[in-house]
């Protein structure tokens, strides 16, 4: 059995791991971690009646947690030292949480091979996503102009989604750096072209109602290729938040990306 603690268990996604983690019969839940909870258990609450795992609303009060695995759905501004938390505990990392920067990444990818401890960082656990990044990398290398439109709902806090920076990052690995559009042109209303990461422009939608979408546009003369996915329920990212949590521990260092551990 796989001892797993929930951190951000009082936000959509934790709370879905949450119900995950307790229906999957190789796994424990023997904690849960949100800053926002003020109950002791959490079978407190109505949908968790009867399991009376130990609520934690202070990252240090976690110290003494047996937990394995660490599963992370919390905010762009907590995750990184939360990460560092788990891996200083000798707790592996499962993190779906978006909006870190690549220093941070790299400073935990550091810590985490210094003590050896198995993580993933997943931009996004959906299969259909992760299709999606190696189907655009493979159609860059014939279609260099690309642009890439992400949607969310409009509770998401950061911009550009971090699949939207991780597919872009794949491409550049296949294409080289080549400014889009005409040399000359002028955006008339700020922020009109979107972001702009090598040349390729990401644009970010959010709208209520909406999950996870991401559509990736190649154009070329006379020809053009759409590649598209949507995640309509967050239940669709939790296989791949199994597997990293059944695998993770065989690992040494800290991953990035689900294509690793699939
Ligand atoms: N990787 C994926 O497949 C995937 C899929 C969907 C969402 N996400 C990402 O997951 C994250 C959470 O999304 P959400 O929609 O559940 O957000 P949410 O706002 O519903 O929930 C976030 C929760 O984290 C809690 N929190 C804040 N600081 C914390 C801390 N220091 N420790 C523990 N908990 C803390 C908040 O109180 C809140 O309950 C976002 O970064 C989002 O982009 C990733």
Redesign the pocket.
């Given at each position: 059995m796989k001892k797993v603690i929930v951190?951000?268990f009082?936000?959509?996604?934790?709370n879905t791991a949450s119900h995950m983690v307790i229906d999957h019969k190789d796994f424990e839940l023997v904690g849960v971690?949100?800053?926002?909870a003020t109950e002791k258990t959490l079978g407190e609450n109505l949908e968790f009646k009867g399991i009376d795992v130990p609520v934690y609303s202070k990252?240090a009060d976690i110290a003494s947690s047996t937990a394995d695995v660490w599963i992370d759905?919390?905010?762009?501004t907590?995750v990184y030292?939360?990460v560092k938390f788990a891996i200083e505990n000798g707790i592996s990392p499962v993190v779906?949480?978006?909006?870190m920067t690549d220093e941070q990444v790299n400073e935990l990818q550091k810590l985490a091979k210094a003590k050896k401890i198995g993580g993933l960082i997943?931009?996004?656990?959906?299969i259909s996503a992760v299709l999606l990044m190696q189907f655009a990398q493979q159609a860059a290398k014939y279609f260099p102009n690309v642009e890439i439109i992400e949607m969310h709902h409009d509770?998401?806090?950061?911009a550009p989604s971090?699949t939207a920076i991780n597919t872009a990052k794949l491409i550049a690995e296949v294409r080289a750096p080549k400014q889009q559009g005409n040399p000359q042109e002028k955006e008339t209303l700020a922020g009109a072209r979107g972001a702009n990461y090598e040349g390729m422009h990401i644009h970010s939608v959010r709208l209520p109602g909406y999950v996870?979408h991401e559509q990736v546009l190649f154009g070329s003369e006379g020809e053009a290729l759409t590649i598209r996915q949507d995640s309509f329920d967050?239940s669709s990212?939790m296989s791949g938040v199994a597997v990293a949590v059944a695998k993770v521990q065989d690992y040494d260092e800290l991953l990035v990306g689900l294509e690793h551990i699939l």
């Open positions: 951190a951000g009082k936000g959509r996604m934790g971690f949100d800053p926002r990252v759905f919390t905010s762009p907590s030292e939360n779906g949480t978006t909006g997943a931009p996004n656990f959906g509770n998401k806090l950061d971090g996870a967050r990212f």
